[in-house]
């Protein structure tokens, strides 16, 4: 059966990592560019923009990009006060101008000092010998809310494991960011953050295919199922276990459609 099962998943990452996922997913927003700080930008944003319909979620990314003059980095370090004021009216779901504001704040304050945000993840107590990224999530969310200012009502749309979250659109961004396989829908433009450290992310797709094939038990979502999974998708591949989030997602929508 474990035989079985690994066969099956390694069929469908084969088939959904590949570049024909992208075009529908909210992997293609930062997909448009390619300077590596408008990837990080975009990608971040958009994976914490990534829930529900996706049509709805790519119309949002194109508009932040162009609300950003289509540069986000430039526009990030460049902007005027008076450029803020554009963002009044953005609003996607419960995220709203305030939010956006703080975002764009977060992203000034980094990149006035760093070149890339994956130090944002890596810096503090961050452990490249550490099992998982656990440490990195823990530690991002520290450094984003450092400021006197951080509204309290933007504290939800970003995630920690401390808060015994899933953390799955953190893991999702990670994902782009970490994994380098060649397929071209990963980025792979951080290299201290290590493919068999990332963490599955767990949505209601991925996890109720998980669920059926018995890789965790059914139940809520939160952050020690996450870890669980991982662990149990590292007996197939245990340096690139979060290559199966293609099959999970994958064949949830699969199973999706066939019941529509």
């Given at each position: 059966?474990?035989?079985?099962?690994a066969?099956?998943?390694?069929?469908?990452?084969?088939?959904?990592n590949?570049?024909?996922f992208?075009e529908?997913?909210?992997?293609?927003?930062?997909?448009?560019?390619?300077?590596?700080q408008d990837?990080?930008?975009?990608g971040?944003w958009?994976?914490?923009?990534a829930?529900?319909?996706?049509?709805?979620i790519?119309?949002?990314?194109r508009e932040?990009?162009?609300?950003?003059?289509?540069?986000p980095?430039?526009f990030?370090?460049?902007?005027?006060s008076q450029?803020?004021?554009?963002?009044?009216?953005f609003?996607?779901?419960?995220?709203?101008?305030t939010?956006?504001?703080?975002?764009?704040s977060f992203?000034?304050?980094?990149y006035?000092?760093?070149?890339?945000?994956e130090?944002?993840?890596t810096?503090g107590e961050?452990?490249?010998e550490?099992e998982s990224?656990e440490q990195?999530?823990?530690?991002f969310?520290?450094y984003?809310?450092?400021s006197e200012w951080?509204?309290?009502?933007?504290?939800k749309?970003?995630s920690?494991?401390?808060?015994?979250?899933a953390?799955k659109?953190l893991?999702?961004?990670?994902?782009w960011?970490v994994?380098?396989?060649q397929?071209g829908v990963?980025f792979?433009?951080?290299?201290?953050?290590?493919p068999?450290?990332?963490?599955?992310?767990?949505d209601?797709?991925s996890q109720r295919?998980?669920?059926k094939l018995?890789?965790?038990?059914a139940g809520?979502?939160?952050?020690?199922?996450?870890?669980?999974?991982?662990?149990?998708?590292?007996q197939?591949n245990?340096?690139d276990?979060?290559?199966?989030?293609?099959a999970?997602?994958?064949?949830g929508?699969?199973e999706?459609?066939?019941?529509?």
């Amino acid at each position: 059966m474990q035989q079985e099962l690994a066969e099956l998943l390694n069929k469908k990452v084969a088939f959904f990592n590949h570049p024909r996922f992208i075009e529908h997913d909210p992997i293609s927003i930062p997909h448009l560019f390619k300077k590596p700080q408008d990837i990080e930008i975009m990608g971040f944003w958009i994976a914490m923009l990534a829930w529900g319909q996706r049509k709805t979620i790519l119309q949002k990314g194109r508009e932040l990009i162009d609300l950003m003059d289509g540069a986000p980095h430039d526009f990030v370090l460049n902007h005027q006060s008076q450029d803020l004021k554009r963002f009044e009216s953005f609003k996607h779901r419960t995220f709203n101008s305030t939010d956006a504001l703080y975002f764009l704040s977060f992203f000034q304050r980094h990149y006035q000092e760093h070149d890339s945000l994956e130090i944002a993840f890596t810096q503090g107590e961050f452990n490249p010998e550490n099992e998982s990224i656990e440490q990195a999530l823990n530690g991002f969310y520290t450094y984003f809310f450092d400021s006197e200012w951080a509204p309290q009502r933007t504290k939800k749309h970003v995630s920690a494991p401390s808060k015994n979250s899933a953390c799955k659109r953190l893991c999702m961004f990670l994902r782009w960011m970490v994994r380098n396989d060649q397929a071209g829908v990963d980025f792979g433009i951080w290299s201290k953050i290590q493919p068999h450290q990332l963490i599955c992310p767990l949505d209601v797709h991925s996890q109720r295919t998980a669920e059926k094939l018995g890789l965790v038990n059914a139940g809520p979502t939160h952050w020690k199922k996450a870890l669980d999974l991982t662990r149990v998708l590292k007996q197939f591949n245990p340096i690139d276990p979060v290559q199966y989030d293609f099959a999970l997602y994958g064949m949830g929508i699969e199973e999706k459609t066939l019941w529509k």
